[in-house]
């Protein structure tokens, strides 16, 4: 691709791999592009910018209660992204982390009342979150066998399996007296609360262990996708299927056992939701999009394990800011906004990485150019 | 009795499955150039916003409709910036949208103390045919009570049907679909038809969601597309990329979604939650047995190139 400006000529070449400043530059240049068009907006609505941004990054980091607030918005999103990360690594598209985290939620819920007080805490603790990942996992291979066997667009099954987990959670607690929803309470329905020793233990604050059990499964999935022969083999799979078929690998399995990993870690996402956060099977706070947010956070983190973190983190740190917004008089709802923008620049930013633009200074007039230096 | 509520339930499944017909329409024509948007949602409700705030502010409705087709298409062009020209992956493009359309939407209704929320549009779409007419047993209520969107999409389903299928134009498009390159090799601008057929994908999800807004609800809340812009995505599957099946597929998922209602006064009991998941569920149970058979697989199928970008360089 060419295009001549002048006495100089603008050329476009793919890269293999981009040089360490331009990886800094580009996502550095399109977090503040994303931040100048927010701030346009604002001012053409008769916003102040300034104070929206200085208040975003009060309420997202500064002080205690701002960055436990971040903290624990951002640990869903972590085991969403990291799902994510799993399956985009091998090219098999799961984009149904939404209702693995939903169906996680609901068996780890239903396993905690279930269990009740019977075995003390840690130890159902543990059950509550086993379940969480299973139910996560089993519903991903609802999409996983087919897509094994049959050929199956796991793209499309994914995603419809979302809403049918969405309806299961719906109905569970608005359109039936089922074992979840809390009997006391029939006019507006809630879910019933698990006892209190089922809680995820406490660190700083409201801030619960489930942020360091996300920590622990980013280095395990860095590992097992780096020096383990299932890693390898994702690995292998994703950039070359043919390779992997004819040097023997079963790519049927393979793809099985990556889309249940990856449901499993939206799953225990979802549990750990359940046991940090709500104590409770909550479907207004379940269906706000993590799963979906969680592909967009993976991408931008480029499918690295440790890079889902700090990404997760600065969108957890949007929400949480939100109603501190709104005590200014600015609508909150411009954090969503802000998100989508930041989301298309950033994702719009990676072809610098793949491309790179060289200016090259055309000797004379057109056809007697020669190639600068 | 229960027959007259019936028949009101099938009228108004009609009504609903309008605005997932237009977006859905719009998405085939999108994917039939070997793009996938899986941002409906999000241009559905950002094209929407605008197109009910025209028909609040003393603006015809025609006219919002066109200006929520024209935002919608504009939603659209960030996806065909990013998916053709920049060749990111399609389905995180598609989700940013929606994130990014959702937000627009919600901002815009919560400027002025949420001003647009408390508005209501200053017309009505009108039913088409007088009342004799409407008054006919059966066809009255089905077929001529409705107002001009609901005909305007039927006109759009027989216009694309014909377009894809039976044009030189339409041939072109499914070439870029099917093979880009080979339709590279014949002089089709395969980045233009895929800007152009992605803009038109956006028109029809901004034109849903004006009509869902101005026309069927009448107001704006946040979340008041209620993920219809994913049952016209599931909706493209269902019908096997294909117009006429759209326009069925629309209202059978148009009628599972207000049901529960009418069922409830005759009787039956299913929460229109179970009903809310059938659209996706059916899709699910379509794609497996369509991809089981490799017969089927050939008539229904995807477009071969769809979410595969195109550069001439590493073709």
């Not at chain 1, 269990?115 to 805490?121: A, E, F, K, N």
């Not at chain 1, 049959?150 to 099954?157: A, G, R």
């Not at chain 1, 309470?185 to 604050?205: I, N, Q, S, W």
């Amino acid at each position: 691709m060419n295009l001549s400006l002048g006495s100089r000529r603008l050329t476009v070449e793919s890269r293999p791999v981009a040089s360490r400043t331009v990886r800094f530059l580009a996502p550095t240049f399109s977090v503040a592009l994303a931040f100048v068009i927010g701030a346009l907006i604002l001012l053409a609505t008769g916003q102040d910018p300034v104070l929206a941004y200085t208040e975003m990054i009060r309420k997202g980091f500064l002080g205690r209660l701002a960055i436990t607030g971040t903290l624990i918005i951002a640990t869903p999103l972590i085991f969403t992204g990291l799902a994510a990360v799993v399956a985009f690594r091998m090219k098999v598209w799961n984009i149904g982390a939404e209702g693995q985290f939903i169906l996680g939620a609901v068996a780890s819920s239903g396993v905690g009342l279930w269990v009740g007080d019977q075995v003390g805490g840690p130890a159902g603790i543990v059950l509550m979150l086993v379940a969480g990942a299973l139910a996560g996992a089993l519903f991903a291979a609802l999409a996983a066998l087919p897509r094994a066997y049959l050929n199956t667009d796991e793209v499309i099954s994914t995603l419809m399996l979302n809403f049918v987990a969405l309806g299961i959670m719906n109905y569970l607690i608005f359109s039936s007296f089922s074992f979840w929803r809390d009997p006391g309470r029939a006019t507006f329905p809630v879910g019933k609360f698990v006892e209190d020793v089922l809680l995820l233990p406490r660190m700083v604050g409201r801030l619960h262990v489930g942020l360091i059990i996300a920590l622990a499964f980013t280095v395990i999935i860095w590992w097992a996708l780096r020096y383990t022969k299932w890693g390898f083999e994702v690995m292998v799979t994703g950039d070359s299927p043919r390779a992997a078929l004819y040097s023997g690998m079963r790519v049927d399995r393979k793809i099985l056992s990556v889309l249940m990993v990856s449901g499993a870690l939206a799953g225990l996402g979802g549990g750990i939701e359940v046991g940090g956060v709500l104590g409770n099977l909550d479907p207004r706070a379940l269906s706000l999009g993590v799963g979906f947010t969680g592909i967009v956070v993976a991408a931008l983190a480029r499918l690295s394990p440790f890079g889902v973190i700090p990404v997760a983190i600065l969108v957890a740190s949007f929400s949480n800011a939100a109603p501190g917004l709104q005590v200014l008089g600015i609508p909150s709802e411009i954090v969503i906004l802000l998100e989508g923008i930041l989301f298309l620049c950033i994702v719009a930013g990676e072809w610098f990485l793949r491309n790179a633009i060289r200016v090259e200074r055309m000797a004379g007039p057109a056809g007697a150019e020669a190639p600068a230096s | 009795m229960n027959e007259s509520v019936l028949l009101l339930s099938l009228a108004s499944a009609v009504v609903i499955g309008t605005p997932i017909l237009l977006a859905g329409l719009g998405e085939m024509m999108t994917e039939h150039s070997g793009v996938m948007n899986l941002g409906i949602e999000g241009m559905l409700l950002g094209g929407g916003v605008v197109g009910f705030w025209m028909s609040t502010q003393q603006a015809s409705l025609p006219l919002a409709m066109a200006v929520g087709a024209v935002v919608g298409a504009l939603f659209a062009l960030i996806h065909a910036y990013l998916a053709v020209t920049l060749r990111v992956n399609q389905i995180v493009s598609g989700l940013a949208l929606v994130v990014t359309g959702t937000g627009f939407a919600s901002f815009v209704g919560s400027l002025n103390d949420s001003a647009l929320i408390y508005s209501r549009p200053v017309s009505k779409f009108e039913p088409v045919f007088g009342e004799a007419m409407r008054d006919l047993p059966l066809v009255g209520p089905l077929v001529l009570g409705h107002d001009w969107v609901v005909y305007m999409s039927w006109v759009l389903v027989a216009v694309a049907a014909f377009w894809l299928f039976r044009t030189r134009a339409g041939l072109a498009v499914r070439a870029v679909g099917e093979d880009p390159a080979t339709a590279d090799t014949v002089g089709i601008s395969v980045g233009l038809t895929r800007y152009v057929y992605t803009m038109i994908g956006g028109a029809g999800a901004g034109m849903g969601g004006t009509y869902l807004m101005a026309g069927i609800f009448s107001t704006y809340q946040h979340g008041i597309s209620a993920g219809l812009g994913w049952i016209a995505f599931a909706l493209v599957i269902f019908a096997g990329w294909r117009p006429w099946r759209a326009l069925v597929a629309a209202y059978v998922f148009g009628a599972l979604r207000n049901l529960g209602f009418s069922l409830q006064i005759v009787g039956v009991d299913i929460p229109p939650d179970v009903l809310n998941v059938f659209p996706f569920f059916l899709t699910i149970v379509a794609l497996m047995i369509i991809s089981a058979r490799p017969a089927a697989a050939r008539r229904f199928s995807a477009p071969s190139a769809l979410s595969v970008p195109y550069s001439r360089e590493t073709r």
